[in-house]
């Protein structure tokens, strides 16, 4: 199919795959183009496969964890964004595997439709956390220091579409809070991106918790 979202998927269990093979294939704007049991075989294949969006498993055997290889992929097909399916919800894994570029986040006891529904936000680019594990991410940034850089490098308007990013608004809700176009906002994103070293608007969530841009009580990120 013409539009279809090209996802592969990842995991060292077959039976795993196998499963996540029937459900997707389920659905006729998702086409799995591959698979594989470990990361350094995704990386011999990623650039054949050119998926959008890559089912990662974090714990598998080998030499490069899921962790590794998603930052691996990031670099090498920067197009493909990465959601992580895992039995862990361990806080240094959860944020590991976002900071290394992971767009999102789903644990394998999840409904299905959580990972339905981050496969296809991924695919546009945007995250979509299973509701336990954001609430793992926003207590683990909670708890970590937030000294050091607090944004200052970014313009005054840039702070705020930051923390509108923060707050899961999407480019034409920030457009039209305020009160310019949303190719400006485009700019805008894309200039904080750049300015702080990010891959994607969930490390920009990331940053602007850590940093007390926004607030716990503030942000929901499910």
Same mark, same amino acid.
């Given at each position: 199919?013409?539009?279809?979202?090209?996802?592969?998927?990842?995991?060292?269990?077959?039976?795993?795959?196998?499963?996540? #093979?029937?459900?997707?294939?389920?659905?006729?704007? *998702?086409?799995? !183009?591959?698979? @594989? $049991?470990? %990361?350094?075989?995704? /990386?011999?294949?990623?650039?054949?496969?050119?998926?959008?969006?890559?089912?990662?498993?974090?714990?598998?055997?080998?030499?490069?964890?899921?962790?590794?290889?998603?930052?691996?992929?990031?670099?090498?097909?920067?197009?493909?964004?990465?959601?992580?399916?895992?039995?862990?919800?361990?806080?240094?894994?959860?944020?590991?595997?976002?900071?290394?570029?992971?767009?999102?986040?789903? #644990?394998?006891?999840?409904?299905?439709?959580?990972? *339905?529904?981050? !496969?296809?936000? @991924? $695919?546009? %680019?945007?995250?979509? /956390?299973?509701?336990?594990?954001?609430?793992?991410?926003?207590?683990?940034?909670?708890?970590?220091?937030?000294?050091?850089?607090?944004?200052?490098?970014?313009?005054?308007?840039?702070?705020?579409?930051?923390?509108?990013?923060?707050?899961?608004?999407?480019?034409?809700?920030?457009?039209?809070?305020?009160?310019?176009?949303?190719?400006?906002?485009?700019?805008?994103?894309?200039?904080?991106?750049?300015?702080?070293?990010?891959?994607?608007?969930?490390?920009? !969530?990331?940053? @602007?918790?850590?940093?007390?841009?926004?607030?716990?009580?503030?942000?929901?990120?499910?």
């Amino acid at each position: 199919m013409k539009d279809s979202i090209r996802v592969a998927l990842v995991d060292d269990h077959r039976i795993v795959r196998r499963g996540l #093979r029937s459900f997707l294939e389920a659905f006729p704007d *998702l086409t799995i !183009v591959g698979e @594989a $049991a470990s %990361g350094e075989e995704t /990386l011999q294949h990623i650039e054949e496969w050119l998926p959008d969006v890559v089912i990662m498993d974090l714990l598998m055997p080998g030499g490069m964890d899921g962790v590794e290889a998603i930052r691996a992929i990031r670099l090498t097909t920067p197009h493909t964004q990465v959601v992580a399916l895992t039995s862990s919800t361990e806080d240094a894994r959860v944020i590991a595997a976002l900071r290394a570029g992971a767009i999102g986040y789903v #644990r394998k006891d999840a409904d299905p439709n959580t990972l *339905l529904a981050s !496969v296809r936000a @991924a $695919a546009r %680019g945007q995250s979509v /956390l299973d509701p336990a594990v954001a609430n793992t991410v926003l207590h683990e940034l909670t708890r970590q220091s937030k000294a050091g850089n607090t944004g200052s490098e970014l313009t005054e308007r840039e702070q705020e579409v930051l923390r509108q990013i923060a707050l899961g608004c999407t480019n034409r809700e920030i457009a039209e809070t305020l009160v310019v176009s949303e190719e400006t906002i485009k700019t805008h994103v894309g200039n904080i991106l750049t300015k702080l070293q990010l891959a994607h608007r969930m490390q920009a !969530v990331i940053y @602007a918790l850590k940093h007390g841009l926004i607030s716990l009580d503030e942000i929901n990120l499910s």
